[in-house]
């Protein structure tokens, strides 16, 4: 009888430890404050995150501790990898997170970084649906099977300047949300399907707006990248909602309304109000994704 006791809490433990192990670490992890040395890091490469109130620059810094504690970095083509680097991804990343329930990007689990621009192979489809493989020069792509790929000096030119709505970390995370309603096509996951409703409607027609402006090369406050498709537009507009908030709510107001929902934060404090000047953005980002809405 004892041998049988011990053998189903051998049993039991061997089936619950690959469950608790995980838990247990990352409480400890998240025990543990963001290192002076990352905080360093996030005060010269992103400082817009010192503009932000005390308790949500302190629920950043916790999110950032999970996202390098869960992720995977490699470098590649050479790159020799830096917390520089971590840090700076994972505060952007964790960015899309704040106010919101969250497991911190569950189906991510690796980040390859790039020095520069990447080739990504992209086949082309042509007269007749005849496809031709093809390849194209990236600084950033979101893949729906747990990795997100990055060029560094894309990362650093969309941390240098925090006004022109152009991004690429904020862009190709905003993708993995996406998928996590079930594929990348404009429709995060929302909650109640009142809130479907309402964001189709002005997504759908804001959408329709830009690809109008873009056809006629019109200058727009949404890059006209965003035109490309409903996937592209949501990750274009969170640039937008998170780099330029103030034209985009003077220009936008139901968008923006839809994203601050959405995201649970107003941008605008975290910036002052830009001269009218500078209502209006300018060329599209190379960026490529697949998704309708």
């Not at 189903?8 to 409480?27: K, N, T, Y």
């Not at 498709?229 to 507009?237: G, K, L, R, S, T």
Request: charged share 20%; with cysteine; net charge neutral.
């Amino acid at each position: 009888m004892p041998e049988q006791l011990i053998l189903i809490a051998l049993s039991a433990l061997a089936v619950l430890l690959p469950v608790l192990w995980p838990r247990w670490r990352l409480r400890r992890v998240l025990a543990r404050p963001l290192p002076p040395a990352a905080l360093e890091i996030l005060r010269r490469n992103v400082p817009v995150v010192g503009r932000m109130a005390p308790e949500l620059q302190a629920q950043l810094h916790r999110l950032v501790v999970q996202f390098l504690h869960q992720k995977k970095f490699i470098g590649c083509a050479g790159l020799e990898l830096s917390d520089e680097m971590a840090v700076t991804i994972a505060a952007q990343a964790c960015l899309l997170l704040l106010n919101r329930p969250s497991k911190v990007y569950p189906a991510l689990h690796t980040i390859l970084l790039y020095p520069g621009e990447f080739v990504a192979k992209r086949d082309q489809v042509g007269p007749g649906g005849v496809v031709t493989p093809g390849r194209s020069s990236m600084l950033g792509e979101s893949w729906d099977d747990g990795r997100v790929v990055l060029a560094w000096d894309a990362v650093r030119r969309g941390t240098a300047d925090w006004s022109d709505g152009q991004n690429v970390v904020l862009h190709e995370f905003a993708h993995q949300l996406d998928s996590e309603s079930g594929r990348a096509n404009g429709a995060p996951y929302l909650g109640s399907p009142d809130s479907y409703r309402n964001w189709s409607e002005v997504l759908q027609r804001d959408y329709q707006h830009l690809r109008f402006h873009a056809m006629h090369r019109q200058r727009t406050v949404i890059d006209h990248y965003g035109a490309t498709n409903p996937a592209e537009f949501f990750a274009v507009a969170t640039e937008t909602f998170f780099e330029k908030p103030w034209q985009m709510a003077e220009h936008h107001a139901e968008l923006f309304a839809e994203f601050a929902q959405y995201y649970r934060v107003d941008p605008r404090q975290w910036q002052a109000a830009p001269p009218p000047e500078q209502a209006d953005t300018a060329p599209a980002a190379p960026h490529s994704h697949a998704a309708g809405w």
